[in-house]
């Protein structure tokens, strides 16, 4: 949030400054950029301005020009510490990381109270691997409003990763307010919340991305155990999925169907694992499998790709929501490590606009990279868990393709780098989500040679004995 207390003679907030801010803090990033850009002429000399305008420029993504601003802000007032901070924010959104860690250890050792800087300095640390720094600040963090949600969510999905449930679980529910997640509609109001009492009728409903709710919906075959009745409000594209797998179950598509559902209580589905997955021994319990494809739309592909006697092997290169890109997506150019030579088809499995990737790849490696063309691979989530059932293995980084080969029980080796997202814990090479995936993780940060190599050596292993 940005602060209006931070002023000198020379730094002034106009009308139209506040406005922006008002406009930046109520997340209309684009309307404050706009007034920003109309007034930027009136405030050649006011530290304040920059500041205000770098903030609007880097939650809008462009962060040449937020550096531009800030930079121009603490050369105007050197002791602006928002734009310092803004300045390493930025570093942190690059991808900069061990250059965030420095700016902001200049900035904590300059004003010592500032905790948003010392949050921001835990999440960096964690994001290089060095979780025990990384947590011995977080430990220590005086929280206070408004950043310290963000930071509390940090901490607890920190502490997820290192199999601290329990206490991880109950600082998930800080998710409620950051992000996206603050404008959710809650599609039931008059009921309680479900805290785990037994035979009771129970609603559970969607919340996040559709890679969240397939992992939320491993949890449903033992929720029902626990109910009198149970019915799961999820993503149109998953219903035919869910039902043809839990068919006792009552699968939801439509929140008008919803309000009709007679409930005792009722639970957003991301707070399941807080009731069922409070110890790794919980895990034990763990599904293998619990989403279906079609068979018969599986054979159809099949024939379509034209796959009997051969070794299809799904890909899938990229994730489009990461705020970091190099994170959790590779280049398909650099999948020739991983395949060329070898006998076996490889199947797109990637959504979104990459048609021009596989033409250049083709031309660029020789390799081909087959598409489906009676599935859209991303509305179509039917279709393509019948193209991942099509295929004998699966290869991706860690995206929503990975969810569902993994809720479909396909044998899927996931690329994941150094620092990977909470649900994928530390150093594991398997799933406590999804037993049939093998995970490959980068050695050292940035190293996806070393992934490649590794996969390509059992690919080749397995390939002999098949």
């Given at each position: 949030m940005i602060k209006l207390n931070e002023k000198k003679k020379e730094n002034i907030f106009s009308k139209d400054l506040i406005k922006a801010v008002e406009l930046a803090n109520s997340?209309?990033?684009?309307?404050?950029?706009?007034?920003?850009?109309?007034?930027?002429?009136?405030?050649?000399?006011?530290?304040?301005?920059?500041?205000?305008?770098?903030?609007?420029?880097?939650?809008?993504?462009?962060?040449?020009?937020?550096?531009?601003?800030?930079?121009?802000?603490?050369?105007?007032?050197?002791?602006?510490?928002?734009?310092?901070?803004?300045?390493?924010?930025?570093?942190?959104?690059?991808?900069?990381?061990?250059?965030?860690?420095?700016l902001l250890e200049v900035i904590v050792k300059e004003e010592p109270t500032y905790?948003?800087?010392?949050?921001?300095?835990?999440?960096?640390?964690k994001n290089i691997g060095k979780l025990p720094t990384a947590l011995n600040i977080y430990r220590k963090l005086i929280f206070q409003e408004p950043w310290s949600a963000k930071a509390r969510f940090n901490y607890a999905t920190t502490l997820v990763t290192i199999k601290n449930f329990k206490q991880g679980w109950q600082g998930y529910e800080y998710r409620w307010k950051i992000g996206a997640a603050t404008k959710v509609q809650w599609p039931i109001k008059s009921k309680p919340m479900w805290k785990g009492e037994r035979g009771e009728r129970i609603v559970l409903w969607r919340e996040q991305g559709v890679g969240d709710d397939i992992i939320f919906l491993g949890l449903v075959p033992e929720v029902?155990?626990?109910?009198?009745?149970?019915?799961?409000?999820?993503?149109?594209?998953?219903?035919?999925?869910?039902?043809?797998?839990?068919?006792?179950i009552d699968f939801i598509k439509d929140v008008k169907d919803l309000e009709s559902i007679e409930c005792d209580y009722h639970l957003p589905m991301g707070s399941v694992p807080g009731l069922i997955r409070n110890?790794?021994?919980?895990?034990?319990?763990?599904?293998?499998?619990?989403?279906?494809?079609?068979?018969?739309?599986v054979e159809l592909i099949r024939n379509e790709l034209n796959l009997r006697g051969k070794t299809a092997v799904g890909i899938s290169w990229k994730s489009f929501k990461s705020l970091n890109q190099t994170k959790k997506s590779v280049q398909l150019r650099d999948m020739e490590r991983i395949f060329s030579g070898l006998d076996v088809v490889l199947v797109n499995l990637q959504y979104g606009d990459i048609a021009d990737e596989i033409?250049?790849?083709?031309?660029?490696?020789?390799?081909?990279?087959?598409?489906?063309?009676?599935?859209?691979?991303?509305?179509?989530?039917?279709?393509?868990?019948?193209?991942?059932?099509?295929?004998?293995?699966?290869?991706?980084?860690?995206?929503?393709?990975?969810?569902?080969?993994?809720?479909?029980?396909?044998?899927?080796?996931?690329?994941?780098?150094?620092?990977?997202?909470?649900?994928?814990?530390?150093?594991?090479?398997?799933?406590?989500?999804y037993p049939s995936l093998t995970l490959y993780r980068q050695p050292n940060l940035d190293d996806w040679n070393n992934v490649y190599l590794s996969v390509r050596k059992d690919l080749e292993t397995r390939l002999q004995y098949n």
């Open positions: 997340g209309a990033y684009d309307e404050a950029a706009n007034i920003c850009r109309k007034i930027k002429s009136y405030n050649t000399d006011n530290a304040i301005f920059f500041n205000v305008f770098g903030i609007v420029c880097r939650r809008l993504g462009l962060l040449d020009e937020a550096a531009r601003y800030s930079k121009r802000a603490i050369q105007i007032d050197g002791s602006l510490v928002a734009a310092k901070m803004n300045i390493a924010n930025i570093e942190l959104q690059r991808g900069s990381i061990n250059e965030a860690i420095k905790e948003e800087a010392k949050a921001n300095l835990a999440l960096a640390y029902k155990e626990m109910c009198r009745a149970l019915s799961v409000y999820v993503d149109p594209r998953l219903q035919p999925l869910c039902k043809r797998a839990m068919p006792d110890d790794i021994s919980d895990f034990d319990r763990t599904v293998k499998g619990y989403l279906k494809a079609d068979p018969q739309r033409k250049e790849f083709k031309e660029e490696t020789g390799i081909e990279v087959v598409q489906c063309a009676s599935v859209d691979n991303r509305e179509d989530l039917d279709g393509l868990a019948a193209l991942i059932e099509a295929c004998d293995l699966v290869i991706s980084t860690s995206n929503v393709t990975i969810h569902m080969a993994g809720a479909l029980a396909k044998e899927t080796w996931v690329l994941l780098p150094y620092v990977a997202n909470f649900w994928w814990l530390l150093e594991r090479t398997d799933s406590i989500w």
